[in-house]
T-cell receptor, first 112, second 111 residues
């Protein structure tokens, strides 16, 4: 089944404890992206990747890192999480940047 | 960055009625996309309309695009309770620019 998977789905952590949210797609898509969704603010893009080893900042990249070593994986790294990063995170992929995006199920992160 | 703005923010209708949501944006686009999100879940792509298209249909969905007014509308005909969700428009600018989402319209269909 064609899909985007994210892990973990739920995470409660404490300020400053490094964490990684994994994202994987099995559709051989070139484009991958991370968003955060907050009430009243809609979806905001954190980082995106046009292809392997090519990443770029979105609208709200501060406090996040990404890597794209393989086509299928696009992990989101929070080196030192803070409470303002409490949010619902979505990974998405598309064949090319101009195509429709396929979204993962979301990761609900709480930083205490 | 450019952003689609949906209108209304919330819409409540009876089952069987039509629902219309609007999206306005600010700069030139390559395409405009509509997505649906059930509460707290991942977004699902509904329809993509290119800048040189004016109307597109998919089942009970009809999307129009007016590039002169920089606006789009999503019409859901004969709505069902299962259509209850948030609907987002997203704009893709010219060139390899990322997709930018609006804040969404929350649709409630009452049985």
């Amino acid at each position: 089944e064609a899909q985007v998977t994210q892990n973990p789905r739920y995470l409660i952590t404490v300020t400053g404890k490094k964490l990684t949210v994994t994202c994987s797609q099995n559709m051989n898509h070139e484009y991958m992206s991370w968003y955060r969704q907050d009430p009243g603010l809609g979806l905001r893009q954190i980082y995106y990747s046009m292809n392997v080893e090519v990443t770029d900042k979105g609208d709200v990249p501060e406090g996040y890192k990404v890597s794209r070593k393989e086509k299928r994986n696009f992990p989101l790294i929070l080196e030192s999480p803070s409470p303002n990063q409490t949010s619902l995170y979505f990974c998405a992929s598309s064949l090319l940047v101009t195509n429709e995006q396929f979204f993962g199920p979301g990761t609900r992160l709480t930083v205490l | 960055s450019q952003q689609g703005e949906e209108d209304p923010q919330a819409l409540s209708i009876q089952e069987g009625e039509n629902a219309t949501m609007n999206c306005s944006y600010k700069t030139s686009i390559n395409n405009l996309q509509w997505y649906r999100q059930n509460s707290g879940r991942g977004l699902v792509h509904l329809i993509l309309i290119r800048s040189n298209e004016r109307e597109k249909h998919s089942g009970r969905l009809r999307v129009t695009l007016d590039t002169s007014k920089k606006s789009s509308s999503l019409l859901i005909t004969a709505s069902r309770a299962a259509d209850t969700a948030s609907y987002f428009c997203a704009t893709r600018g010219v060139g390899n620019t990322p997709l930018v989402f609006g804040k969404g319209t929350r649709l409630s269909v009452i049985a």
